[in-house]
């Protein structure tokens, strides 16, 4: 497969393909056309082949889509064929759900420590896992060639724990701060702000009472 | 203002804008040109004046955007202006970690009751919550006025536990449930899918790997 830069948009959206996929392969269901992939998903048959065409189309004229061949062939390009090992920093609720969440582990992402700089909760367990100090972070990821790691701290440690990740070799940070990360080239962040997802629900939530009310 | 379809591109910068206006406005900024803004959110300043003109502007020539101002109509526009009162659907670690965090509080989300549907849950406290059986939660949702309720349960139980939810009142699903919730019209659901932003960072360290190594 090329290497070409696929749109953001486009590679926004195979997770999503992933999962439905996943799904009917779960179901027992070998092949499945554009148009019904198209029904399912609720997305235009000509958007599934376009997308899919970023990465050489996969599709067979009048057969359609072998749904294994293309759930294995999209974990490929996602990168969830092989393994990710991650740490957490922040031990507070949500790096907690976070670092429980079968889901992740189901897909490769498995997470090998936690951390705080919350000397209270050094040493107390999250499942299998024990929470460690800050103090010797660089160290264990070195060792245990660790490539991503979750951010679940408040906004103001944010900026300096990552620079403290990235000068150690971190390429990946999936940042839950309430502040944008900037990375030097070579590092890759992705940011969830779970804020501006609720902001954007009572947006809709302001709009359609608007719409009744009038 | 013209209560006109907004694109959903436009809605989601929104919370991004409300973001980067909280933190000037805290740090005493009055004022800001959008050539300032644009070099601040790294996006492009006709992009902003392009952003904002959807809703009229707030701009002025040769003065540039009143922070306050534009900070608290963006809040109106997004519906923060006034309180919104939630529901936690599942106590486990995310719905904990949910219910817990002071931002959304902040920002007028106030989280008014947790609810499970594991009896060895039910009674237990999260912060000022008790945590309570799904048997009463239509009569629940009636009384206190509940605007939004918030999945954080397991995929196989969200469909059946939002047709409930959507019966007895709800307009609005903040899903984090792992798929797309289906919901009638008048009800509006926010769906957060950690997984596929997990797999859209593995996408990337994936490719920044494939670079390095060709």
Redesign the interface.
């Known amino acids: 497969m090329d ?1 070409k830069e696929i749109s953001q948009a486009v ?2 959206r ?3 393909y ?2 439905y996929l996943g799904e009917l392969k779960d179901n027992g269901v070998e092949r499945i056309s554009s148009s019904d992939l198209s029904i399912l998903m ?1 997305v235009t048959a000509s958007q599934i082949r376009q997308d899919l065409n970023n990465f050489g189309g996969f599709g067979q004229q009048g057969y359609g889509y072998n749904v294994n061949f293309l759930y294995s062939e999209i974990a490929k ?4 064929d ?1 393994e ?1 090992r991650l740490i957490v920093i922040g031990a ?3 790096g ?3 670092s ?2 079968d ?2 582990r189901k ?1 490769g ?1 498995i997470f090998k420590g936690v951390f705080d700089a919350n000397p209270e909760l050094i040493g107390k367990t999250i499942g299998n896992l024990t929470i460690q100090s800050m103090d010797n972070i660089g160290s264990y990821i070195k060792k245990n060639n660790i ?2 790691a979750v951010l679940s701290i408040p906004k103001a440690a944010a900026k300096g724990v990552s620079e403290v990740l990235i000068a150690n070799g971190i ?2 940070i ?1 940042n839950f701060a ?3 990360i900037d990375a030097p080239p ?1 590092v ?1 962040v ?1 940011n ?21 009310d ?1």
């Open positions: 290497d590679i926004g195979l997770p999503r992933f999962r609720k390009i996602l990168g969830i092989k990710h507070g609720n949500l907690q759900a976070l429980n969440y889901n992740f897909r992402f490539d991503i390429k990946a999936w309430h502040l944008d070579g890759v992705e969830v702000h779970l804020s501006d997802s609720l902001m954007k629900l009572s947006y809709r939530v302001n709009y359609l009472k608007n719409q009744e009038s």
